[in-house]
């Protein structure tokens, strides 16, 4: 048993076979056809749309709309892709007759017309949504931020964490300095003053040693921040104030 096997490429054909076989009759494309046919060019705002009687003709706007209709629907809004899929996309050649027109030609429409492609598209969604064309599955989707219980100083970065350590080593040598200038001076007043920075260098010492764990689990889980109140919250740079806030997709 062997495969099923296409036609030869080099084969000549007698009867050249018709466009139109390749669009069935339910195609979308058939109702862009129909649908830019259907308007009035010129009272639309489209430029060339009386060709000049001199000159080099123009491409009709009618081909060239039905072309960003196109894309419009399959999602292909580059020039460029435009452009190649009027020499590969047998719908489009369908649709364009053959026409190849360049990426330029594509752009420059589409810039000449920005106010009457508006008016297009919207009768086009409104025209597609009555005769149920367009399942409408997904309408938008846009985040907006509210504000957590989770303060801002219990929210960590690994620089923010850093930053700290960075500070209370600071501080601890600073205290120490002070320490050693309070032993040598052997003043009774100063006596209390030493006890109180060895408190100090220990509390120091403590919250040094709680954010280095909470910097290494950073580091295990992959994470950018950590939130100690509300774990899924975050810093938003976005907010006013940089507040840690959640991102509600709605």
């Known amino acids: 048993m062997s495969y099923i096997e296409g036609e030869s490429r080099s084969q000549s ?9 390749y669009i069935t009759q339910d195609n979308l494309v058939r109702f862009i ?4 046919d259907g308007f ?3 009272e ?17 706007p009618r081909d060239l709309l039905k072309l960003y209709v196109y894309g419009y629907l399959n999602g292909i809004r580059s020039s460029r892709k435009l452009e190649r899929e009027s020499g590969r996309n047998v719908e489009v050649m369908w649709l364009l007759r053959k026409l190849r027109p360049d990426f330029k030609t594509i752009a420059d429409f589409r810039k000449e017309n920005r106010k009457a492609f508006k008016g ?22 846009d985040g ?6 989770n303060s801002s100083d219990r929210n960590f970065s ?23 200038r309070a032993d040598e001076e052997e003043e009774d007043s100063n006596q209390v003053s030493a006890e109180d920075l060895k408190e100090k260098i220990a509390r120091l010492k403590e919250r ?18 950590i939130s100690l109140t509300d774990p899924d919250s975050r810093a938003m740079p976005l907010t006013p104030r940089g507040d840690v806030s959640y991102n509600v997709q709605v």
């Not at 054909?13 to 076989?21: G, N, V, Y």
């Not at 056809?33 to 830019?36: A, E, H, L, N």
């Open 208 to 225: 040094k040693g709680r954010y280095g764990e909470l910097l290494k689990e950073l580091e295990r889980s992959g994470e950018s921040q």
């Open 33 to 36: 056809d129909v649908f830019v």
């Open 40 to 42: 009035k060019m010129e």
């Open 144 to 149: 907006s931020k509210f504000k957590a219980v």
């Open 120 to 141: 297009v598209f919207r009768q086009f969604t409104l025209l597609c949504k009555e005769m149920d064309l367009l399942g409408g599955e997904l309408i938008a989707i």
């Open 158 to 180: 690994q620089t923010k964490l850093q930053k700290r350590i960075k500070e209370i080593e600071e501080k601890i040598e600073k205290y120490l300095v002070e320490m050693d």
């Open 13 to 21: 054909l007698l009867f050249p076979e018709i466009l139109d076989d």
């Open 44 to 60: 639309m705002g489209f430029t060339h749309s009386t060709p000049e009687g001199t000159g080099r003709p123009p491409y009709d």
